[in-house]
């Protein structure tokens, strides 16, 4: 059964940090690229980030390139997502997900003072 657990938000002031996990199983984590999406009532579901089966090549989304970093760690089945000085913009709820295989059922972040 492929799982995908995202764990890590929370609220946060504006220029805060928060770092995001997900955990997977069911399937071979190392063969597939992940990717980190955002979800708001507002917005239809942006890519945030993905990253390369061995973490060598990664995208970002312009909104937050220089602010986030995702990174794998094959050995765990994870995948994080690294977020820095954050902005109320940046809230939503943030799962992850591989294509044709599945994806988590999110984690909400909410930057607010």
């Known amino acids: 059964q492929v799982q995908f657990v995202e764990s890590g938000g929370g609220l946060v002031q504006p220029g805060g940090s928060l770092t995001l996990s997900c955990v997977t199983s069911?399937?071979?984590?190392?063969?597939?690229?992940i990717n980190w999406y955002r979800q708001t009532p507002q917005k239809e579901r942006e890519l945030v980030a993905a990253?390369?089966?061995?973490?060598?090549?990664?995208i970002y989304a312009d909104s937050v390139k220089g602010r986030f970093t995702i990174s794998r760690d094959n050995a765990k089945n994870t995948a994080y997502l690294q977020m820095n000085s954050l902005k109320p913009e940046d809230s939503g709820v943030y799962y992850c997900g591989v294509e044709r295989v599945g994806r988590g059922q999110g984690t909400q972040v909410t930057v607010s003072s």
């Open positions: 990253i390369a089966s061995f973490g060598d090549n990664t």
């Open positions: 069911g399937f071979t984590f190392s063969s597939y690229a």
